[in-house]
T-cell receptor, first 113, second 107 residues
């Protein structure tokens, strides 16, 4: 029944590794997003996808890459992890680009050691 | 300066008190959202507003589009209301977030 599900919930990994966080939504929404919550609790948008097209790509390092195999999934791949990548990452979806009806996943706490 | 400003940053209240959290924004928006984040970290969407007022249980959210201001009210606050409350605005196909208000309700 979970509307937006993220896995894993916790991820601890060493510097230099490559990791992925998965996100799936069963709401039939057209747009999915990845946000990073920084140490000050600000939520910063990283990417959004609308019908498989990248429509926002903020100035994040190119070590981060979103992958959307279909409308219901938006996975986040991170290469060569750095200490500064430690944060909570949230996936979200909305019915359309206008941003109404946002639904968030429960977050993935990434710790890079 | 952040496009979405919330006040106060931290708020401590006694159980039963009426609570108000304010949000001001400086950009044109299509909607405003109030979100709740509990200590466990999950984010829940409480309200989405484009005008007027919405009520859900003990929570009330208002928005004044002309003044670019919104308030979230909690009546008869309870310790389980302790959380971070985040104001966010939809701008085109983007969403901008305030820094959040950390609310602690003491029994």
């Amino acid at each position: 029944d979970t509307a937006v599900s993220q896995t894993p919930k916790y991820l601890v990994t060493q510097m230099g590794n490559d990791k992925s966080i998965k996100c799936e939504q069963n709401l039939g929404h057209d747009t999915m997003y990845w946000y990073k919550q920084d140490s000050k609790k600000f939520l910063k948008i990283m990417f959004s996808y609308n019908n498989k097209e990248l429509i926002i790509n903020e100035t994040v390092p190119n070590r981060f890459s979103p992958k959307s195999p279909d409308k219901a999934h938006l996975n986040l791949h991170i290469n060569s992890l750095e200490l500064g990548d430690s944060a909570v990452y949230f996936c979200a979806s909305s019915p359309q680009e206008s941003g109404y009806g946002y639904t968030f996943g429960s977050g993935t706490r990434l710790t890079v050691v | 300066k952040n496009e979405v400003e919330q006040s106060p940053q931290n708020l401590t209240a006694q159980e039963g008190e009426f609570i108000t959290i304010n949000c001001s924004y400086s950009v044109g928006i299509s909607a405003l959202h109030w979100l709740q984040q509990h200590p466990g970290g999950g984010i829940v969407s409480l309200f989405m507003l484009s005008s007027g007022k919405k009520k859900h249980g003990r929570l009330i959210a208002t928005i004044n589009i002309q003044e670019k201001h919104s308030s979230l009210h909690i009546t008869a606050s309870h310790p389980r209301d302790s959380a971070v409350y985040i104001c966010a605005v939809s701008v085109s196909n983007d969403m901008r977030f305030g820094a959040g208000t950390r609310l602690t309700v003491k029994p």
